[in-house]
């Protein structure tokens, strides 16, 4: 007979508790449109949702959870009348108290992503099973419970931004309206308070994890939340682009493309060396130095710095003059002249958000445009798997279906967005030399580290991601406004031996789950720094 007081009776208890509540399947007819113009009609401001019970095991501990895919409406904060529907999955543990369980909102970036990609990759409580580096073969796919998931630390919200997954505008606002840095970010914080007051957790340990061009959402939302009465405890910033000046640095594109042609033994060090991560600190220094003399004052060369440039990339010194130097130049196409050269003789190219990743580049292949749709080699590995788990997983397991096409990748938001910004003090860097707006964030994370100063914030970076360059963000952070050298403690960055989305290879999202479990404790477990974050979201909501 089992004691009714011990651990196995109470986890057949919580057992039976959470097989004994009902599922709620729920089907939406509603007409999403993800066109710049679309809207649903103004009647349709429900807020349905499908609810299912599950439970994992995570580290060891067993956790019942309620999954909650659905619809929450935002309002405009001046008239407060309705002005957009935002699709969610919510994963929240069972029986927990407000105060004592965090809250974690993730997006993916774009801008013009659904968070479908994070959602089923890194930290929900099953994950998408994958091949990464290697190409993942056609169905049957399969899911998997992720050991890694965050849910034993924080429950977990997706949120899909206006224009991607079933998130639409409503009447008479259209999709466009909300396709703005400042546009977006102001829909994602109303998202997030509804969600707060909806749920009853206006008082829990709240924490951001944006991907790519979420981490310039983030900056912006973060501040705005600030503004708005909403502190929070933790950002981690996954895969950063915070200044678009540096877009194609060469400086900062340099150690990436150094860990390519360490991955793919093409250096020309000798012996190649054993740590990835000193020897990217190593070509970081070159960069910093050597390299960005070489650059300002090119077409002269130097050959010793020449030479180590090779020995750096693998690629050969007359092809390196002929680049200008360049590590980060394209050709007339949009292809990375770096990433089609380095295993040229092999007939394939290099994945710009994974370098471990390679695809055929030679006949037809060759023309394709890799920027076009999923055609990156990384994307190529993995696009299958994610279409067809992510729409067996939503209908079957979360139960919510739709008339509607689910929109993981919206090219017209992009197409449309407007990337104007004012920063915390109301000025707007401007234009570059060919009079394309800029967009700079990292002031805004400055800003808001500075006025809450026990943020705690984690920078997430892979070793092979070509698209944010892990050294790039490094140089970012570093240059950003934030002088106070204690409230910089609160920064740490992190590095992996992945790509952009960090958590498709396994290694890599095991050690990123330690750091964020980490983070999360370093965030909650200073009673006095919790009581001055709540202390000043109370001063702005009074």
């Not at 060396?273 to 077409?299: C, H, M, N, W």
């Not at 400055?446 to 360059?469: C, E, H, Q, R």
Request: aromatic residues 10%; hydrophobic residues 35%.
């Amino acid at each position: 007979m089992t004691n009714p007081g011990s651990p196995a009776a109470n986890n057949a208890k919580a057992a039976s508790t959470s097989s004994s509540k009902k599922d709620q399947p729920y089907f939406d007819p509603t007409p999403y449109g993800n066109g710049p113009d679309d809207a649903i009609d103004a009647t349709l401001t429900d807020e349905s949702a499908a609810i299912t019970h599950h439970s994992a095991v995570i580290g060891g501990k067993k956790i019942d959870y309620t999954a909650t895919a659905g619809h929450l409406v935002i309002v405009d904060p001046s008239s407060s009348k309705p002005n957009a529907k935002l699709f969610y999955v919510a994963f929240t543990q069972d029986n927990q108290t407000e105060e004592a369980r965090p809250l974690t909102f993730f997006y993916n970036g774009g801008p013009g992503s659904s968070a479908v990609f994070v959602l089923l990759g890194s930290y929900a409580p099953m994950r998408i099973k994958t091949s990464t580096p290697d190409f993942t073969p056609p169905a049957p796919y399969q899911m998997e419970d992720n050991p890694d998931s965050l849910l034993d630390k924080s429950d977990l919200v997706f949120i899909n931004p206006v224009g991607t997954g079933y998130s639409a505008a409503i009447a008479p606002n259209k999709n466009r309206d909300f396709w703005g840095v400042d546009q977006d970010a102001d829909s994602i914080k109303q998202f997030i308070k509804r969600f707060l007051t909806k749920n009853n957790r206006w008082n829990s340990p709240k924490f951001l994890y944006g991907e790519s061009y979420g981490t310039a959402r983030s900056c912006v939302l973060a501040y705005r939340l600030h503004e708005d009465g909403v502190d929070l405890n933790g950002v981690t910033l996954q895969s950063s682009i915070l200044d678009y000046t540096q877009t194609g640095n060469p400086v900062g594109a340099l150690p990436t493309a150094a860990a390519d042609a360490w991955f793919h033994k093409k250096l020309g060090v000798h012996p190649r060396p054993a740590d990835l991560l000193e020897f990217s600190e190593e070509v970081a220094q070159f960069a910093r130095t050597d390299y960005i003399a070489a650059l300002r004052k090119f077409p002269q060369t130097d050959n010793d710095t020449v030479e180590k440039l090779s020995e750096y990339t693998g690629i050969d010194k007359a092809t390196l003059i002929a680049w200008s130097l360049d590590i980060a130049s394209y050709d007339s196409r949009g292809n990375s002249l770096f990433l089609t050269t380095l295993l040229k003789s092999k007939g394939v190219a290099l994945g710009s958000y994974d370098g471990r990743v390679t695809a055929i580049s030679t006949g037809i292949a060759g023309k394709i445009d890799p920027n076009s749709g999923g055609n990156d080699p990384t994307m190529t590995a993995v696009t299958g798997v994610y279409t067809a788990m992510w729409n067996q997983y939503l209908n079957e397991k979360l139960m919510f279906t739709s008339t509607s096409s689910f929109t993981d990748l919206n090219d017209q938001a992009f197409l449309n967005w407007d990337f104007h910004h004012k920063d915390p003090t109301g000025a707007e860097k401007g234009m570059d030399d060919k009079g394309n707006i800029v967009l700079y964030t990292a002031g805004d994370l400055a800003a808001v580290m500075a006025l809450n100063i026990d943020l705690k914030v984690l920078s997430a970076n892979g070793f092979y991601d070509f698209v944010t360059p892990f050294y790039q963000t490094v140089l970012d952070l570093q240059q950003m406004p934030l002088i106070d050298k204690t409230v910089r403690e609160n920064l740490s960055a992190k590095f992996y031996p992945s790509g952009h989305m960090i958590y498709l290879d396994g290694g890599s999202r095991t050690q990123l789950k330690a750091d964020l479990a980490s983070m999360y404790e370093a965030a909650t477990a200073n009673h006095e720094a919790m009581s001055r974050i709540r202390a000043l979201q109370q001063r702005k909501k009074s």
